[in-house]
């Protein structure tokens, strides 16, 4: 059950997809269709069944920085949580598109991580990078799961 290369590649690209899935769907049928997708989406390629998923999302604080559980994921991808009153939805911003930049992966049967870039473009062709790193794990059945989860955004410098 040892994770390839190719198979990280692939999970970068299913987790980028899943983003565009989730903003088209609000787009077209709301908040409660993206919930359905956002939520779908965390039990296809998340390892919450393994365990808790050391989830850090981008833009959160304080005592909700943390998100081991799938209703933080839920929340942080959707907004709109009374539970989370800050989020604002990171996965409904109207991506279109998604493009991952390896800085390096680590390999070691089972387990394996990725830390790089990911560069998200929305309908109007903004575009956002986050720095990411994923922990993938594989389960009982042979499917890799996500299990770490960290983002932030680049350290920008002050000018001098």
């Not at 983003?19 to 049928?29: D, L, P, Q, R, V």
């Not at 933080?72 to 800050?86: T, V």
Request: hydrophobic content about 40%.
């Amino acid at each position: 059950m040892t994770i390839t290369t190719e198979e990280i590649e692939q999970a970068l690209v299913t987790w980028g997809n899943g983003k565009i899935a989730i903003s088209k769907a609000f787009e077209e049928g709301g908040i409660e269709a993206a919930r359905s997708v956002a939520s779908a989406n965390l039990d296809a390629y998340y390892g919450y069944d393994l365990g808790p998923v050391l989830f850090k999302p981008t833009m959160a604080s304080g005592e909700q920085t943390f998100r081991p559980t799938k209703p933080g994921a839920l929340a942080y991808f959707c907004g709109h949580s009374e539970d989370y009153p800050r989020d604002n939805g990171f996965a409904i911003m109207g991506w279109r598109a998604t493009e991952n930049i390896t800085a390096a992966t680590f390999v070691q049967g089972d387990i394996a991580m990725w830390m790089g870039w990911i560069r998200l473009t929305d309908r109007n062709g903004s575009v956002t990078t986050v720095d990411k790193s994923f922990g993938y794990k594989k389960d009982g059945a042979g499917i890799l799961r996500i299990v770490l989860h960290h983002s932030s955004l680049p350290y920008m410098p002050p000018e001098t």
